[in-house]
């Protein structure tokens, strides 16, 4: 099957790997797999990821600095590149995670009669408005008009939470609607002897450690967490480690000098994105995976961090959100104000080893009901399903068959 991926970035140059990536890295063993990239990307870093897939550049594409502006200005070179593909390459699915680049494939999916279905990853008017102090009433409206038709013109939706589910429901209550969460390389994240993870990536030391990584951004509360620790400090030497990336650079700029102020700078470990081959000696040199999530929408789904975590063995404190306790079963604990969060950090660290031994035999568990075969796999079902029952429709002969049938 040929398979066209509209990604939500530059899948093989975001200085973070996503969902979409690992999905399509699985997906290229059993399909032809096009994946559209987007020239000039003004989030793209400079190492590339490999992909056994036909990667097809935006021709002529305009560079911006600003995300918005660069979908915006590039919208009609990724209709022209997009029309491209779909007429040489004899698509059969299109599978796309964006706004503009989404509206764009379902109107193309539409006039071309081919199957696409939308990865609707995130709650994309409130993640797209979250950069900007003003006019983010307008920035949704905008992303609505974009979202909404792009949606209706899907033949099916997959998300990663029940609750971006009820949303969506709301919005196309005719379509059917996949959950399919985030899930974790198997091989890659699990239990690994603390000191040695410490050694390996430089800090050999006995510090009660915790890890914030990934985005680190206006959802993320950065400053309760920072407030807690320096209370915290004066019966317990703990420390922050923080291995991220900031989509808002201002927002970063303004949490460090935020920990200076309250003179926690020098208690904080700071490291770029690493590798998704070096993560797991982070994780693992860990004491608690911390992910002060702030109560918006977007924050409802299923975290890779969390998921990382768990893999790992390493027990996560996270915001009181109610799709995380749906997913999670053990070693995730809740908090809902600073009183909360600094009881379950003291929490932890004083059952510290009662916590570890039972996250040890969940995490056996957790790695292989969350791997990212077994999410591939649910999610080239929705894939398989989807186009079958185009290829019916219009009474063509293939049937594609679905992982492990015959």
Same mark, same amino acid.
């Given at each position: ?78 209709? #022209?590149? %997009? ?13 796309? +995670?964006? =706004?503009? &680049? !989404? /509206? ?34 307008? #920035?949704? %409206? ?13 033949? +099916?939706? =997959?998300? &990663? !939470? /029940? ?244």
């Amino acid at each position: 099957m040929k398979v066209l991926l509209i990604p939500p970035n530059d899948l093989l140059r975001h200085p973070i790997s996503n969902r979409m990536y690992h999905i399509a890295t699985r997906l290229t063993r059993r399909h032809d797999v096009i994946l559209l990239s987007y020239t000039g990307h003004p989030l793209a870093g400079e190492v590339k990821r490999t992909l056994r897939a036909i990667e097809v550049p935006i021709h002529k594409a305009v560079r911006a600095e600003n995300l918005g502006l660069y979908y915006t200005l590039n919208t009609p070179q990724i209709y #022209i590149t %997009l029309e491209n593909i779909i007429r040489r390459k004899d698509i059969d699915v299109i599978v796309h +995670a964006n =706004i503009l &680049p !989404s /509206f764009v494939a379902t109107a193309l999916a539409k006039k071309y009669e081919i199957s696409n279905i939308y990865d609707f990853l995130d709650y994309f008017p409130e993640s797209a408005s979250a950069y900007y102090t003003r006019g983010k009433h307008l #920035i949704e %409206l905008g992303v609505k008009a974009s979202i909404y038709p792009a949606l209706k013109n899907s033949d +099916a939706v =997959i998300t &990663p !939470s /029940f609750g971006l589910r009820s949303i969506l429901r709301s919005i196309v209550p005719e379509k059917p609607i996949y959950v399919i969460p985030n899930g974790i390389d198997s091989d890659l994240f699990k239990p690994i002897n603390r000191d040695l993870a410490r050694k390996n990536i430089g800090l050999d030391d006995d510090h009660h450690l915790l890890l914030l990584q990934g985005s680190i951004d206006i959802w993320v509360d950065v400053e309760s967490l920072l407030e807690i620790l320096r209370k915290l400090r004066k019966m317990i030497d703990v420390r922050l480690l923080i291995v991220g990336f900031s989509h808002a650079k201002h927002y970063y700029r303004r949490l460090l000098a935020y920990a200076k102020r309250c003179e926690m700078n020098k208690y904080i470990y700071i490291y770029p994105p690493q590798s998704y081959e070096i993560m797991p000696l982070f994780i693992n040199a860990s004491d608690i995976v911390i992910a002060p999530m702030k109560k918006m929408v977007k924050n409802f789904a299923t975290p890779l961090k969390i998921a990382e975590a768990l893999a790992c063995g390493v027990p996560v404190i996270t915001t009181v959100i109610p799709e995380f306790k749906l997913w999670y079963k053990q070693g995730v604990y809740f908090y809902s104000d600073h009183e909360g969060l600094e009881r379950a950090i003291v929490h932890v660290f004083n059952n510290y080893e009662a916590v570890k031994r039972e996250l040890r035999e969940y995490s056996n568990y957790f790695r292989k009901e969350f791997s990212w075969d077994n999410i591939s796999n649910r999610f080239e079902n929705v894939i398989i399903t989807v186009a079958n029952e185009k290829e019916c429709a219009g009474e063509k002969v293939n049937v594609w068959h679905k992982p492990g049938a015959h």
